[in-house]
């Protein structure tokens, strides 16, 4: 028996949840919705899956589901050095694992949504005026990353931990949005750190 | 000595870090911002207190910092029942914690700053623009609350944690952003039982 995954697969919040799966030696069921036909919130996906209408969602082998893509990078983190021992190191994960819901995937995962996927020509007046604050509050986030990646190699200490997990998810695909990484070289020398941990997958596989 | 926040006070997301703090028998220094002339944005406080340029942040009796008021919600819960034992309650209590910052505070809390504090005759022309979309996704996120509060007296099964303190952070002043808490009698009775933990305090103290 393996979990399952349930999610949209170029989203950001899916892949983060497939790439601590890889790096943890597990293999994940994958249950794809397409989102932009709205196949997460049809009654059955409320009522059986998510109640908040939204991908991911990991289900333990047992049917118990799990929303919230960071609340899973947690559970499969468990036991493995993604998630350290003691507590202030782990409030400081915490920490950036709520920097990246609040202000790094709004202004950075949300643009390349609407960019990438939506298409620049099939947005609403409301969207098309809430890019350029988007855009600037997402180049904020990328210059604190780099701050503090300035100062140590991974975000929490000299660890690779679940906070790089879910920060690289989208910040390695936010050119896509029309993020220009190359103002940022600590951050591009931290993707590469990532992509050479032992287990790591693209997101593309 | 004692642990210090750097706060302005009526924020939710503050008061939250002291209602754990008063639930758990602590007593914390407080030291106060007026976000609305930006001393939080100060090159000083930038340097010295959070990068990010937000409160709240805990300071510990050492001088450390911890921005984020989730994560200084799950350090202050540390060896009480507000951070229960097994991994997978934990999950589930860091799911309603992201749902919090990532579905709740931004629809709820920021639609109150900008009536309470900023004042409706002060927004800009976006700001007015997003308040219907913020207003419905807000009774989205407390009807979630509502049905999850139908099944079971807390967020995460029969006791109080610190998914209870972060939500009830904002819900219980949804009032002052017009968010009428007669459609949601869970959510009241819930926040009755909230009242009446041991060692509860009010926002206004």
């Given at each position: 028996m393996t979990m399952t995954l349930h999610e949209f697969a170029p989203s950001g919040n899916c892949y983060k949840i497939r790439l601590i799966a890889a790096l943890t030696g597990r293999t994940l069921n994958r249950r794809h919705y397409d989102i932009l036909n709205g196949e997460t919130r049809t009654p059955a996906f409320l009522r059986e899956i998510n109640a908040?209408?939204?991908?991911?969602?990991?289900?333990?082998?047992?049917?118990?589901?799990?929303?919230?893509?960071?609340?899973?990078?947690?559970?499969?983190?468990?036991?493995?050095?993604?998630?350290?021992?003691d507590a202030w190191t782990q409030a400081r994960v915490l920490q950036w694992l709520f920097f990246e819901q609040y202000s790094h995937e709004p202004n950075i995962a949300t643009p390349r949504f609407w960019l990438a996927h939506v298409g620049a020509d099939n947005l609403s007046d409301l969207q098309r005026a809430l890019l350029p604050g988007k855009m600037a509050q997402g180049h904020a986030a990328l210059q604190l990353m780099e701050d503090a990646l300035t100062a140590t190699p991974w975000l929490v200490d000299s660890i690779p931990t679940i906070a790089d997990i879910a920060l690289y998810?989208?910040?390695?695909?936010?050119?896509?949005?029309?993020?220009?990484?190359?103002?940022?070289?600590?951050?591009q020398a931290w993707l590469a750190r990532v992509e050479r941990l032992p287990g790591y997958q693209p997101m593309t596989v």
């Open positions: 908040n209408g939204r991908i991911p969602v990991l289900e333990l082998e047992d049917g118990r589901k799990l929303p919230e893509s960071n609340a899973a990078l947690f559970y499969l983190a468990q036991g493995s050095p993604y998630w350290p021992a998810a989208y910040t390695h695909v936010a050119p896509d949005a029309g993020f220009d990484l190359d103002r940022y070289p600590h951050i």
